[in-house]
């Protein structure tokens, strides 16, 4: 038996859950979503890390008021291990920074995004959920840790490039690389019927042309709390519990632990996952 097959029957243990959130294209508030999707999942008493893979623009630890001594691009040079990177965030979510105003790191080769990737199976800390926000686009990294994920959102707004640029990406997770199941999370949005709408334009177009199947994961509504929470480097659903945003976020946050839970090791991140997975069932027996 070797050992994936192992894992795979170790019933004690729970696969980690892997979620990527994307966009088509830039200033859309994917990374407010990753924040506050992790800080909410925390809350309910998972153990949940964020990895900001938007190598060359990072903005978790900014948007949260962290302040990293090492990043990814350290982990890149060699010069530490990731755990060395790990920030702690707010409600214990664990975070892996990235750099920003290195231009190196925004254009790095598939090798260096697979050397990331491997360095996770050198990780000792349990995780239940891994959200791995990405930059913007189609870049090798983004489709590196796209396919590596086992959940995709993809955040929209109400842009016509949003829209279309959205449609892009999922065209060529489709088609390049055999994705066919996307969540799409309407952000910004004046009212839950707008994001709807949003969600009606790109799933006609996607299921028309493509062989993909949309799920409309919500909407999170404009709402000053949470420029307001981003003025104070908070999440808001810290900062406004009771806030429309912060309320949607605990909705959006429900359906994602509703997501069926893979009885196996899949993408192309098994051996990061198989660690956690190993790590994990080896301290429920403690």
Not at 32 to 40: E, I, K, R, S
Not at 129 to 144: N, Q
């Given at each position: 038996m070797d050992q994936a097959q192992g894992i795979r029957q170790m019933k004690s243990s729970r696969p980690v859950r892997v979620i990527a959130v994307t966009s088509g294209k830039g200033?859309?508030?994917?990374?407010?979503?990753?924040?506050?999707?992790?800080?909410?999942?925390?809350?309910?008493g998972e153990r949940v890390m964020v990895m900001d893979a938007d190598m060359g623009l990072a903005n978790i630890d900014v948007l949260l008021g962290l302040s990293p001594g090492m990043n990814l691009s350290h982990v890149i040079n060699s010069e530490c291990s990731l755990e060395d990177t790990i920030l702690d965030g707010p409600s214990g979510i664990k975070i892996i920074p990235a750099s920003s105003g290195v231009a190196a790191m925004s254009d790095l080769t598939p090798a260096q995004n697979a050397g990331v990737i491997r360095s996770f199976s050198e990780l000792t800390v349990p995780v239940d959920?891994?959200?791995?926000?990405?930059?913007?686009?189609?870049?090798?990294?983004?489709?590196?840790y796209t396919r590596a994920s086992r959940e995709i959102i993809i955040v929209v707004c109400d842009e016509p490039a949003s829209i279309t640029d959205a449609y892009a990406m999922i065209k060529v997770l489709n088609r390049d690389y055999d994705i066919h199941r996307f969540h799409v999370l309407a952000n910004q949005a004046h009212g839950i019927q707008q994001g709807r709408e949003l969600y009606n334009k790109l799933a006609r177009v996607s299921e028309k042309y493509l062989d993909v199947a949309l799920n409309f994961l919500g909407t999170i509504p404009y709402d000053e709390c949470l420029k307001k929470a981003v003025q104070k480097q908070k999440s808001v659903v810290e900062s406004f519990p009771r806030s429309p945003s912060a309320m949607?976020?605990?909705q959006i946050a429900?359906?994602?632990?509703?997501?069926?839970?893979?009885?196996?090791?899949e993408g192309?991140?098994?051996?990061f996952i198989e660690r956690l997975v190993d790590y994990s069932s080896q301290e429920s027996r403690l």
């Open positions: 200033g859309v508030g994917k990374s407010n979503v990753a924040v506050n999707l992790a800080v909410t999942l925390a809350q309910s959920t891994l959200i791995i926000d990405t930059a913007a686009g189609l870049s090798d990294s983004v489709v590196s949607a976020f605990r429900k359906k994602a632990q509703q997501w069926p839970v893979p009885k196996h090791m192309h991140l098994e051996f």
